[in-house]
Structure formats: C-alpha cells, structure tokens
C-alpha cells in the first residue's frame, strides 16, 4: 500500500513538474508607445505622430481594447495590433484638435499627444487629392500608346 501511495504521488509531482515548466512564467509584456512629435495643420487643429518599441524577440499581438486604446474615446484610432521586434517611428498619424489631452495607453503604459514637441519636418507631407497621380498617368499612357503607334506606321512604310 506504501509503495502505490509512493508512486501516485512521484507521478503526480511529476506531472505538476511537466506542466509548470512547460508553462513557464507569464510572458511579460515588451511593447511600449512612444509619443515622437505633434505638427500644426493648416486648417487648425494638429497631427499626432506615434510609434512603439517592441523590446521582445518575437512579434506581440495587442488587440484594441483595455491595453491597446486611446482616451478619450474613440479608443480605435487605427493604431496597430501587431507590434514587430523592435522600434518602429512614424506607424501611427492621428489628427487631434491640440486642446484635449489624447493618450495611447498600450500595456498598461500611457504616452501623451504634446502640441509643444514639434515635429522638425512634416511627417505626412500634403499629397492632394491625388488627382495629379491620375492625370501624369493618364498622360504616359496617352504617350505610349502614341510612340506605339508611330512605329508601327515606320515598320509599316519599310515593308511597301
């Protein structure tokens, strides 16, 4: 009877050995936000510039909610959920009105938006509406399709 007693508890030692160091300790958390600059709009009202350093070996996935958000609400303002080894600048481009303090709370770890930490260069240079990018397309194509058919009409005027 003392032997079986012996050997239900080893195995059962055992086992509780097996699944503590197969669960090792809680992974920590390594992904932080970092707050880079703010930069004035034209029309009022500044940018928000945003990046994270993930000090961890391998990628962590923080979905939106209690420790990936922003205050005040909405706290999705298109901030990743997956956050690559190491330090990543310039990720994440929130406008902000400059006056109510917005904060990416990311792991339990704060960062606030600052009106004064400017930006030294526009961080999201104004594009336009992209209607530029069509027209020049428009207009190598309209030129290919051109030089295409001048050299055609060249082979053509050899061949007779």
């Known amino acids: 009877m003392a032997r079986r007693i012996s050997r239900t508890l080893a195995g059962s030692l055992l086992l509780i050995g097996i699944v503590c160091v197969n669960a090792g300790p809680a992974a920590a958390a390594t992904s932080t936000p970092i707050f880079e600059c703010s930069f ?84 999201v240079p104004l594009t336009g509406s992209g209607l530029s990018t069509v027209v020049a397309l428009f207009v190598l194509a309209i030129g290919a399709v051109g030089l295409n058919a001048h050299l055609y009409m060249r082979r053509r005027a050899r061949q007779l």
């Open 40 to 123: 004035a709009q034209p029309g009022g009202g500044y940018v928000a510039v945003f990046g994270y350093q993930n000090s961890g070996a391998t990628t962590e996935t923080i979905p939106v909610g209690p420790q990936n958000r922003f205050q005040p609400a909405p706290a999705d303002l298109g901030q990743p959920t997956t956050f690559d080894p190491g330090r990543h600048d310039n990720v994440l481009i929130v406008s902000w009105d400059g006056t109510d303090q917005l904060q990416w709370k990311l792991n339990g770890i704060s960062v606030s938006a600052d009106a004064g930490q400017v930006c030294a260069t526009n961080p």
